[in-house]
């Protein structure tokens, strides 16, 4: 679980990933199962990055929001483009493993 937030009194459960290559059938199910079992208001992926973007298909996306949906939770794919929810590349650290330098002591 890479973000979990109360924002207005609506719970938002989200993985970032740094590009669509961070997306899988693992990845997709763990997402469905964590919100299953939280039932956040909104449940989804905020990407970075828009590289590899044909690795998560339409029909996926389709099925993703479906399957959220009968557990009453709202699918949100957040990327680095989308102008009301996305976000900078700066905005989010790298990788633990990729010489990680942030802290929220350092930068805070």
């Not at 990055?49 to 389709?62: F, P």
């Not at 009453?72 to 900078?88: A, I, P, Y």
């Amino acid at each position: 679980m890479d973000v979990l937030a109360c924002v207005d009194g609506k719970v938002h459960y989200y993985e970032v990933k740094r590009s669509f290559a961070g997306i899988n059938k693992r990845q997709i199910d763990d997402l469905i199962q964590v919100a299953t079992l939280i039932r956040p208001d909104y449940a989804g992926f905020a990407i970075q990055n828009d590289a590899n973007k044909e690795v998560l298909s339409d029909e996926e996306i389709r099925a993703l929001r479906e399957a959220l949906w009968k557990v009453d939770v709202e699918f949100v794919l957040m990327t680095g483009r989308n102008k009301n929810f996305g976000f900078l590349y700066g905005d989010v650290p790298s990788n633990i493993g990729d010489a990680m330098r942030w802290s929220v002591w350092q930068n805070g």
